[in-house]
């Protein structure tokens, strides 16, 4: 995809976010509720909001990878890939956004830029995923790892990343 349409994905994208938000969301029973809850879900839809979080990351020149933990239904995911990260690896433990996500238009959209792994990252090894995406140490390109994180795992996950 050409860096002039990356916008384009954002735009695509940010259109359908709520639906898909809607049906990755737990039902309302007390169960789901629970379940959302351990989960520490948290769907981000707005535009701003999102653009942000994504210049957050920093600027994608000279990066190779984006990780981004706790995908969701795509919003954070299409704002990264919409300010030009040239590969993301969204990894997402709830199945229910998974199916979501891989419904959307985000995956045809983002073509080989985008690759979805269902999984806790808490278990996914960052050295190994890096290996798997052909990068090493002597690519010298660089690896973002960006989430909107449940503050349950953030302090997991951080220190796991920075052991890696």
Do not use: W
Not at 53 to 58: C, E, I, L, Q, Y
Not at 92 to 110: G, K, T
């Amino acid at each position: 995809m050409a860096a002039s349409s990356s916008s384009d994905v954002l735009s695509a994208t940010i259109g359908a976010l709520a639906s898909v938000a809607k049906r990755a969301s737990p039902r309302a029973t007390g169960l789901a509720k629970r379940r959302a809850t351990a989960l520490g879900q948290n769907f981000l839809l707005d535009r701003g909001v999102l653009s942000k979080f994504a210049s957050a990351a920093g600027p994608m020149a000279g990066t190779s990878l984006v990780v981004e933990i706790g995908a969701g239904p795509g919003g954070l995911t299409a704002a990264l890939l919409s300010a030009g990260a040239p590969r993301v690896v969204a990894i997402e433990r709830d199945y229910e956004c998974v199916q979501a996500l891989l419904a959307s238009e985000l995956p045809a959209l983002a073509g080989d830029r985008l690759r979805i792994i269902h999984g806790d990252a808490r278990r996914v090894g960052l050295a190994e995923l890096c290996a798997e995406e052909g990068l090493a140490e002597a690519t010298g390109g660089s690896v973002k790892v960006v989430g909107n994180l449940p503050f349950s795992v953030s302090g997991v996950l951080h220190c796991l990343v920075v052991r890696e």
